[in-house]
């Protein structure tokens, strides 16, 4: 039996359905391969995962619904400050953004935006103190509330310094490390005076434009989500708010 004739009857099947589960592909393929083994199988999933006929939500639960992986756009200053750090400090996990790449999700576009640097906890101190004496002048290193409200948002050129989460879910970008969609949204929802100018109705509107155009792996963001000590608020603001299926939330796997 032709693959194409199998690929069509797949996407008769499933292309109708907001997920299903591998269970029930592998129940498929078993009508037409009775014998069919796991090994096998796998070799199936990774097919169509290679050729975007399927896009995995979470561990063992699909979508039917090709979509692209988000790349944020790294400005000049990111790029600058991200081959600096890397050539002074060899070998160091760092991750850097500008609130800039949220723009492309929002229904009010902010005025001022900020960078944000994720280094290992032991490297804080000494990468703060260098960027000063590169003259990177504001600089804030794990800001308190107050510096946020009186300082960061009033500048043009803020840099945040925080401690990079172990296990993080980066992404390299040409020479650059930076966040995932599914990293993103959980440090948005999780530091809310750090970024206030997300919350609400528009950190809303940002995960549904997100979850709308960008593939998310659920099992991913909430495994984060709980390394961040915010899985369960996390999961009842996605469950309540915004549009994702309650049935992909509920098929989270760690």
Same mark, same amino acid.
């Given at each position: ?6 690929? #069509? ?46 896009? $995995? ?71 703060? #103190? ?12 794990? $800001? ?28 390299? !970008? ?5 966040? %995932? ?30 979850? !709308? ?5 659920? %099992? ?35």
């Amino acid at each position: 039996m032709s693959k194409d004739y199998i690929i #069509e009857k797949l996407e008769n099947q499933f292309k109708e359905r907001e997920s299903f589960l591998r269970e029930e592909l592998f129940d498929f393929y078993r009508q037409f391969e009775p014998d069919l083994k796991d090994n096998t199988f796998r070799w199936r999933i990774y097919n169509l995962k290679t050729e975007k006929i399927i896009t $995995p939500l979470s561990r063992g639960l699909f979508t039917m619904s090709y979509k692209p992986v988000f790349i944020p756009e790294i400005g000049d200053v990111e790029k600058k400050i991200f081959t600096k750090v890397a050539k002074q400090f060899p070998g160091l996990r760092q991750c850097i953004w500008s609130t800039k790449a949220i723009n492309e999700f929002m229904l009010h576009i902010p005025g001022r935006y900020i960078t944000v640097l994720q280094v290992e906890k032991e490297a804080l101190e000494p990468v703060y #103190e260098f960027l000063k004496e590169q003259k990177y002048s504001n600089v804030y290193i794990q $800001p308190e509330e107050k510096e946020i409200e009186r300082y960061i948002y009033e500048s043009d050129t803020a840099i945040i310094l925080q401690s990079l989460i172990t296990k993080s879910p980066t992404q390299r !970008n040409k020479t650059i490390t930076s966040i %995932t969609i599914e990293k993103m949204i959980v440090d948005l929802y999780s530091e809310k005076k750090l970024y206030n100018a997300f919350q609400g109705s528009e950190l809303v509107h940002i995960i549904n434009n997100a979850y !709308n155009r960008y593939s998310i792996d659920f %099992t991913k963001l909430f495994g984060y989500a709980r390394r961040r000590r915010k899985e369960s608020g996390l999961e009842e603001f996605l469950s309540t708010k915004t549009d994702i299926p309650k049935s992909i939330l509920t098929q989270k796997e760690f």
